[in-house]
């Protein structure tokens, strides 16, 4: 796979960009199944909104996690790669959320568009926080000591 402890830029080995992509695959795939099952009442962009918060709840969780556990090096750092990176990285959408909200700007749906922004920006900000306190939490439970 990869020498996890590779010194120098990341993003320049090949391995760790194929852990990335190998992530981003899964996430994309997720979402997009996500968005076929997911309802979008009256044409209001629903699904991206649920993907994109628990994608925040979960990136909060992981980062938090992984760095109460030590230094970003070794299985840390693939982790952080392939689900944070990669699979978070793609399963979340902020550029369908951008055309989510141009579409509703357009078709005179100016409130729903301001609902639906910021319930994105506030809401995701809220689920990165509590993915955060979660990430915490869990450490503290597991590990029986706090930061």
Known sequence: MTNPEAKGAIHLH????????????????????????????AAWPLPTLIINLSGALAL??????????????????????ALGTGFLGAYTTYSTLAVDAVHLFTTDKAPAALWYLL?????????????????????????????
């Open 14 to 41: 090949w391995g760790f960009i194929g852990i990335v992509a190998v992530g981003g695959m899964f996430g994309a795939l997720a979402r997009y199944g996500l968005g076929l099952v997911i309802p979008a009442p």
């Open 60 to 81: 909060g969780a992981l980062l938090e996690g992984l760095s109460r556990r030590g230094p970003d090096v070794g299985n840390r750092r693939v982790l952080r790669l």
């Open 119 to 147: 319930a994105s920006f506030l809401g995701g900000a809220a689920a990165t926080t509590a993915g955060i306190w979660l990430g915490a939490w869990h450490h503290q439970r597991a590990t029986g000591r706090q930061a």
